[in-house]
């Protein structure tokens, strides 16, 4: 699945992480906030399993030594078809959950823009503003750092899969990239779908992909 990349300055074993987003659900589907709430945490839908399937043998080969999963059922039950594939054990880390979305959590955009609308718009101005009793990106931005942390140290120079959410893997992306926070407004990732990082502990970080969904279309 990868090869090592050749043209930066380190010279040590990456890190490589696989950023796996969780297959459909209920909530994709219909475009809702979905954060830890209950009520959002829905299963995968019977199309999100097969997703799961798809991702499961894609990765099959990849030379998976650990998988780290939110603890969401979204997440796990999309890292047990992995597990299921390569015999390698799913952990779940707390910092790779999705946002506290808050208030806005089962709502769609354009119900929180109805009822919120000065709050929506400061929120998607600023990182560092939470939906009422909520999470801010920049909140999140400092449990998902923590959790990489934990994989590099712990985890150094293996492959780790990460079964996470659209905002932990955008800030994954973001700070591979020295990317601002603002940058996750820039970004789409698909249900499903694989992003790739190398983290050198002598070098920069490398991008290797984002959003491939080639598995999807099989």
């Given at each position: 699945?990868?090869?090592?990349?050749?043209?930066?300055?380190?010279?040590?074993?990456?890190?490589?992480?696989?950023?796996?987003?969780?297959?459909?659900?209920?909530?994709?589907?219909?475009?809702?906030?979905?954060?830890?709430?209950?009520?959002?945490?829905?299963?995968?839908?019977?199309?999100?399993?097969?997703?799961?399937?798809?991702?499961?043998?894609?990765?099959?080969?990849?030379?998976?030594?650990?998988?780290?999963?939110?603890?969401?059922?979204?997440?796990?039950?999309?890292?047990?078809?992995v597990a299921?594939?390569?015999?390698?054990?799913v952990l779940?880390?707390?910092?790779?959950?999705?946002?506290?979305?808050?208030?806005?959590?089962?709502?769609?955009?354009?119900?929180?823009?109805?009822?919120?609308?000065?709050?929506?718009?400061?929120?998607?101005?600023?990182?560092?503003?939470?939906?009422p009793g909520?999470?801010?990106?920049?909140?999140?931005?400092?449990?998902?750092?923590?959790?990489?942390?934990?994989?590099?140290?712990?985890?150094?120079?293996?492959?780790?899969?990460?079964?996470?959410?659209?905002?932990?893997?955008?800030?994954?992306?973001?700070?591979?990239?020295?990317?601002?926070?603002?940058?996750?407004?820039?970004?789409?990732?698909?249900?499903?779908?694989?992003?790739?990082?190398?983290?050198?502990?002598?070098?920069?970080?490398?991008?290797?992909?984002?959003?491939?969904?080639?598995?999807?279309?099989?």
């Open positions: 699945m990868r090869a090592r990349t050749t043209w930066i300055s380190a010279q040590g074993e990456p890190t490589a992480t696989l950023l796996l987003r969780h297959g459909q659900t209920p909530m994709s589907v219909q475009k809702r906030y979905a954060g830890l709430s209950p009520k959002t945490d829905a299963p995968l839908t019977d199309t999100g399993v097969r997703q799961a399937v798809a991702a499961a043998k894609r990765l099959a080969p990849a030379g998976i030594d650990a998988i780290v999963a939110s603890p969401l059922q979204r997440t796990v039950r999309t890292a047990e078809e299921a594939v390569t015999g390698v054990p779940t880390d707390e910092g790779f959950r999705e946002t506290d979305f808050g208030a806005w959590e089962g709502l769609t955009f354009a119900e929180v823009r109805e009822r919120w609308p000065s709050e929506l718009t400061t929120w998607l101005a600023d990182p560092s503003v939470a939906p909520g999470e801010s990106f920049d909140q999140v931005s400092e449990r998902v750092t923590a959790a990489l942390h934990r994989i590099l140290a712990e985890r150094a120079h293996q492959t780790v899969l990460i079964v996470s959410h659209v905002t932990p893997i955008k800030t994954l992306v973001a700070a591979a990239l020295l990317a601002p926070p603002a940058a996750l407004y820039r970004m789409h990732l698909d249900v499903a779908a694989l992003c790739e990082i190398d983290w050198y502990a002598d070098g920069p970080a490398v991008l290797r992909s984002f959003n491939d969904t080639a598995h999807l279309s099989n």
